[in-house]
T-cell receptor, first 115, second 116 residues
Framework: ETGVTQSPTHLIKTRGQQVTLRCSSQ?????VSWYQQALGQGPQFIFQ???????GRGNFPPRFSGLQFPNYSSELNVNALELDDSALYLC??????????????FGPGTRLTVL | AQSVTQLDSQVPVFEEAPVELRCNYS??????LFWYVQYPNQGLQLLLK??????LVKGINGFEAEFNKSQTSFHLRKPSVHISDTAEYFC??????????????FGRGTQLTVWP
């Protein structure tokens, strides 16, 4: 069983550029959630995708967008990068169901630096 | 929505001493509660979770936590720490149903440093 993988590991961009981060979910999981973890902070929920549809969004501007593919892998896209976008971006996969196991499995993250 | 407060940003402790990392949550609905550990330059690893049932939850690496609904707390404990327990610990909460099922809300983290 393969765990959650993310690519790339590290990325350096300049302000105004666009970036795409990728995530492969764990086998059998149909839900992917993205989190932003700024330095010294806890992860913050960006959005969640369930069966290729956005299923909830945190307090992030529209320049943060995503996709989920039929194999349940996912992309996070950020347009018009700002310095404050510098963070560790974590992807987590799960198969949430009410009353049952709600564990999310996290990938190792992508460290984005915006100069 | 749900929120989490981790009361201590840093906890230093000597090896083999007991430790408690404090977590309080706020929610208007029933919740699931989690503790995650993050080692430097790594993702998050689940230590333990509370979904329902017994309020004392045992996890990996000798950690345990107790859910206290009246005090809205979920403190993490270990009776004897090792140097390898040095890491950042995050408490997280999610709704136990409804449209926000599966979304985690994290605290700001507690850095546990174990000294020899």
């Amino acid at each position: 069983e393969t765990g959650v993988t993310q690519s790339p590991t590290h990325l350096i961009k300049t302000r105004g550029q666009q970036v795409t981060l990728r995530c492969s979910s764990q086998s059998g999981h149909n839900t992917v959630s993205w989190y932003q973890q700024a330095l010294g902070q806890g992860p913050q929920f960006i959005f969640q995708y369930y069966r290729e549809e956005e299923n909830g969004r945190g307090n992030f501007p529209p320049r943060f967008s995503g996709l989920q593919f039929p194999n349940y892998s996912s992309e996070l896209n950020v347009n018009a990068l700002e310095l404050d976008d510098s963070a560790l971006y974590l992807c987590a996969s799960s198969s949430p169901r009410s009353g049952g196991d709600n564990e999310q499995f996290f990938g190792p993250g992508t460290r984005l630096t915006v100069l | 929505a749900q929120s989490v407060t981790q009361l201590d940003s840093q906890v230093p402790v000597f090896e083999e001493a007991p430790v408690e990392l404090r977590c309080n949550y706020s929610s208007s609905v029933s919740v699931y509660l989690f503790w995650y550990v993050q080692y430097p330059n790594q993702g998050l690893q689940l230590l333990l979770k509370y979904l329902s049932g017994s309020t004392l939850v045992k996890g990996i690496n000798g950690f345990e936590a107790e859910f206290n609904k009246s005090q809205t707390s979920f403190h993490l404990r270990k009776p004897s720490v090792h140097i390898s327990d040095t890491a950042e610990y995050f408490c997280a909460v999610s709704a136990a149903g409804g449209s926000t099922l599966g979304r985690l809300y994290f605290g700001r983290g507690t850095q546990l440093t174990v000294w020899p």
